[in-house]
């Protein structure tokens, strides 16, 4: 489990919310507590395991800031930063930006990733990803990659959102076994693609804090066009329609939270960038990339809970449960196979409206433990 380091943020506090008709009057101060606003730093120390990095160390912190502390009503900042390194020798370092300016009415986000990993690649489709049901000759590799993606959002009415984005990735297949090379996605691409894209997006966002929300909507579509711009190697549209909603039930702290995501791909689109269902974020416990395809749906319902003290006060630990699955295909018509998921997970609340997870994801003949910031969705 997660072994705090010695930090210099405080870690006192939660978040003020417009919460008037969840919380009754007399109870408003123990409950929810007054955040400063103050700039926090938290380093954390864990160990972990994932499907495809096995054992693993995860090292990292997570910042957070209020840009206006004038403000009740602006969302923290935070930049949460992991690097980890696998018993089979595998880093991944991962850093999640998401910024809150004027009233929230500008968002600024970005992912910065890298992976140099051995993995594992089944082939394209349902059918492929069926067997064998664990890495083995056929289906191992090296990869080695890469994404930068910032994204940025004006409001222009109450919760409303237009963005744009654009989008750096590159993926290079090394110690490529037979069966891998001879398959037909990978012989029409080849072993190295640097893509480049350009996109749109409007959004709905009516939560109350978006990395840990309690209650609101969120409705986004977002398309983004690939192509030559920067160099890149291939032309291919992808668009992501994702619902999410929040209720609080009873109290701040016990939440019901579901989504519905679905991403499509069409044209020339490489086969390390076709989506694969099931990642630490959505149907947590198949291994990452085992299936895969031009189009994914995914379902999933999440209980949550944060416990409270003898006084009212909100704990800082608390427990999550969820049930879903998912289906994948070519295109929405040729969707084919469903994959279950279910699982639990621990908490613990860093900063304030910030936690830290380890997530066991359950599937079909799969399983995995998961450790990140913020919750999954």
Do not use: C
Not at 108 to 128: L, Q
Not at 224 to 233: A, E, I, M, N
Not at 288 to 302: C, I, S
Not at 314 to 331: A, E, N
Request: hydrophobic fraction near 35%.
């Amino acid at each position: 489990m997660a072994a705090l380091l010695p930090g210099t943020g405080s870690l006192a506090g939660q978040e003020v919310l417009p919460v008037d008709s969840l919380i009754p009057r007399a109870r408003k101060d123990s409950i929810v507590p007054v955040d400063d606003g103050h700039f926090r730093w938290t380093p954390l120390l864990a160990p972990g395991y994932t499907p495809e990095m096995e054992f693993l160390i995860a090292g990292g912190f997570l910042f957070s800031t209020k840009f206006d502390r004038n403000d009740p009503a602006l969302q923290r900042s935070t930049l949460s930063s992991t690097i980890s390194y696998s018993t089979i020798g595998a880093v991944n370092i991962s850093n999640n930006l998401n910024t809150f300016f004027m009233g929230n009415r500008l968002r600024i986000n970005a992912n910065f990733s890298y992976k140099n990993m051995e993995d594992s690649y089944w082939g394209v489709g349902y059918e492929a990803g069926l067997e064998p049901t664990a890495p083995d000759s056929t289906t191992k590799y090296t990869r080695t990659w890469w994404q930068v993606n910032p994204r940025v959002y004006w409001g222009i009415k109450p919760n409303l959102y237009l963005g744009a984005s654009f989008d750096l990735n590159r993926t290079i297949a090394n110690d490529v076994n037979p069966v891998m090379a001879a398959d037909p996605a990978y012989l029409r691409y080849g072993r190295d693609n640097f893509n480049s894209g350009l996109g749109l997006a409007i959004q709905y966002d009516s939560r109350d804090v978006a990395v840990n929300a309690w209650r609101g909507l969120y409705l986004s579509f977002s398309a983004t066009f690939y192509g030559p711009y920067l160099g890149g190697d291939n032309s291919y549209q992808v668009s992501v329609l994702d619902y999410r909603q929040y209720r609080t039930l009873g109290r701040p702290g016990r939440t019901l939270a579901w989504e519905v995501k679905s991403r499509m791909a069409t044209g020339n689109v490489p086969w390390g960038e076709l989506w694969p269902l099931g990642t630490g974020y959505d149907l947590r416990g198949y291994r990452e990339g085992r299936f895969r395809d031009e189009t994914t749906l995914l379902g999933l319902v999440e209980f949550r809970q944060m416990f409270t003290r003898s006084n009212g006060r909100l704990s800082r630990f608390g427990f999550v449960t969820w049930l879903g699955g998912g289906t994948l295909g070519p295109s929405w018509t040729s969707l084919e196979g469903f994959l279950p998921n279910a699982g639990v997970g621990g908490r613990f609340e860093l900063q304030p409206r910030s936690n830290v997870r380890v997530d066991v994801g359950f599937g079909r003949k799969s399983n995995g433990v998961y450790f990140n910031f913020t919750e999954a969705f």
